[in-house]
């Protein structure tokens, strides 16, 4: 059974970085896609970034230049980061990490259908954005 924890949300001004850190465990494949999503007040849940088995990377359009997304790979361990720079009050939302085992999809692919699909989701941490 796969294991997702995300941490280092916080409060941050407009402007600042963060990062986030999620380490999932138990997978039982080494073709999985990991990524974030997040979900304001009021609104849908969004896929922010995504990384592929092959580490690709895809970014939703309203942070592409200013999140960078990263894994660490140790067999049936993995840890993914989101690098937050030039943070924006539009940020602010609860950001979760998703995780699918056995992933054959590639980052362009994954990121439209990660809320639906991704079957494993760490409990979340917040992320809020003073301007």
Request: with cysteine; hydrophobic share 35%.
């Given at each position: 059974?796969?294991?997702?924890?995300?941490?280092?949300?916080?409060?941050?001004?407009?402007?600042?970085?963060?990062?986030?850190?999620?380490?999932?465990?138990?997978?039982?494949?080494?073709?999985?896609?990991?990524?974030?999503?997040?979900?304001?007040?009021?609104?849908?849940?969004?896929?922010?970034?995504?990384?592929?088995?092959?580490?690709?990377?895809?970014?939703?359009?309203?942070?592409?230049?200013?999140?960078?997304i990263s894994?660490?790979?140790?067999?049936?361990?993995?840890?993914?980061?989101l690098q937050?720079?030039?943070?924006?009050?539009?940020?602010?939302?609860?950001?979760?990490?998703?995780?699918?085992?056995?992933?054959?999809?590639?980052?362009?692919?994954?990121?439209?259908?990660?809320?639906?699909?991704?079957?494993?989701?760490?409990?979340?941490?917040?992320?809020?954005?003073?301007?």
């Amino acid at each position: 059974q796969v294991q997702v924890v995300e941490s280092g949300g916080g409060s941050v001004q407009a402007g600042g970085s963060l990062r986030l850190s999620c380490a999932a465990s138990g997978f039982s494949y080494s073709r999985i896609c990991m990524g974030w999503v997040r979900q304001a007040p009021g609104k849908e849940r969004e896929g922010v970034a995504v990384i592929d088995k092959d580490s690709n990377t895809n970014y939703a359009d309203s942070v592409k230049g200013r999140f960078t997304i990263s894994i660490s790979k140790d067999n049936a361990n993995n840890t993914v980061y989101l690098q937050m720079d030039g943070l924006k009050s539009e940020d602010t939302a609860m950001y979760y990490c998703a995780a699918e085992d056995n992933c054959w999809m590639s980052a362009i692919q994954a990121l439209p259908v990660m809320t639906t699909l991704f079957e494993n989701w760490g409990k979340g941490t917040q992320v809020t954005v003073s301007s």
